[in-house]
């Protein structure tokens, strides 16, 4: 059960967003332009990072659906998703991308932990310094995103169809919007 | 020396965000309703609940900063400031603070530390769940913030005048207008 009256039917970070619609707005415009603005990192590439990070947060809504999203983009590639998440520097993705999901796993760990020389490997690889920026940001913002979403225990269905669908819309349209519908009429509790 | 080119003559999350104003504007927004915005938890209590977060997180830039925006909001009380971030549970601020503040830390190990006992004891103590709500998200930012801040290798200068003057000007006239120092003018509205 949620640590706070949550709007009921919604799962994830949805719930938190129904809740306080004030701070979902920028919550949800920066990840919209993190992972689904231009950028010179593709929208898959994105995805696996905030996957990634997710999952060494253990949150499991958040790497599943930005799972789904990740796989969204990936159409018959899919199986990278589950490769990143358990040993990204022997999945089929480019040394760069490697390069990049180890400063994010140190991000992930604490700001202080990303050395000179992982971000020199990267630079090495052809990142780009805003490839690096939003590296770091995209994990900063899941250490983020995940806190919110298993801070407040909210509610994260085991149903596999409804990520996917998730992830689906998430590909096309982004983060501005609701990606789900909820389950049940959501109301807002005193 | 930063990790990447930061613009010369900015420090700590400002040069992050005048390196890339688009994300800037949202980051800017989020803080200033959590910390600034209008809330049954004063601009006082909640700048002490980022500080102590960022202190946990060792995050000089962010510690410093908030804990002068918290003084500013505390009628200059520097030490109280200092007790909550050394050991707040001896601290001269209430017992829902505290409780509070108890979230806050589980959240900055991480979000499944939260327990139901430690909301239970808020609630008793007479927070609200918005309260609790954005006690969480505030301690969630700064785990962003912080990280952003220290995973670029940002400068942050040693000295408290800056942040003590600084700290009065963001109490008083919030974090988005504050940006505007520091940001190109049409992202900074």
């Not at chain 2, 209430?94 to 959240?107: M, N, P, Q, T």
Request: aromatic content about 6%; hydrophobic content about 40%.
């Amino acid at each position: 059960m949620p640590h706070i009256n949550l709007p009921e039917g919604l799962p994830g970070i949805t719930s938190g967003f129904a809740f306080r619609p004030e701070t979902a707005k920028p919550m949800r415009e920066l990840a919209h332009l993190l992972l689904h603005g231009p950028n010179t990192l593709s929208p898959a590439e994105r995805e696996l990072i905030a996957t990634y990070v997710s999952s060494q947060n253990d949150c499991y809504f958040c790497q599943t659906s930005h799972g789904a999203a990740a796989a969204a983009h990936l159409g018959t590639n899919s199986g990278i998703v589950e490769q990143v998440k358990h040993d990204f520097l022997q999945a089929q993705i480019s040394d760069k991308l490697k390069a990049l999901l180890a400063i994010a796993g140190q991000v992930q760990q604490g700001g202080k932990q990303v050395t000179a020389e992982a971000v020199e490997a990267a630079r090495e690889l052809g990142a780009t310094d805003l490839e690096i920026h939003d590296t770091v940001l995209i994990a900063a913002a899941f250490s983020m995103y995940n806190r919110y979403v298993d801070g407040l225990a909210t509610w994260q269905p085991q149903d596999s169809s409804m990520y996917a669908s998730m992830g689906e819309h998430l590909a096309v349209y982004g983060y501005l919007t609701p990606s789900v519908t909820p389950s049940v009429t959501p109301k807002i509790g005193n | 020396m930063a990790h990447i080119q930061l613009p010369e003559g900015l420090h700590g999350i400002r040069s992050a965000m005048a390196f890339r104003p688009e994300t800037a504007k949202p980051l800017n927004e989020l803080v200033e309703i959590l910390l600034h915005g209008p809330n049954s938890l004063t601009p006082g209590e909640r700048e002490l609940i980022a500080t102590y977060v960022s202190s946990e997180n060792d995050c000089y830039y962010c510690q410093t900063i908030h804990g002068a925006i918290a003084a500013a909001s505390l009628n200059d009380n520097e030490a109280l400031v200092k007790k909550v971030k050394y050991d707040f549970q001896s601290a001269e601020i209430s017992d829902k603070l505290k409780a509070l503040l108890v979230i806050a830390g589980k959240v900055q190990k991480g979000g499944k530390h939260v327990t139901s006992e430690d909301v239970a004891r808020a609630r008793e103590s007479g927070a609200t769940d918005l309260e609790i709500h954005d006690t969480v998200l505030i301690a969630a930012a700064f785990c962003m913030y912080n990280r952003y801040v220290d995973g670029l290798a940002t400068t942050q200068p040693r000295d408290e005048a800056m942040y003590r003057e600084r700290g009065k000007r963001v109490a008083r006239d919030g974090y988005v207008s504050v940006s505007k120092e520091y940001l190109p003018a049409e992202v900074a509205r």
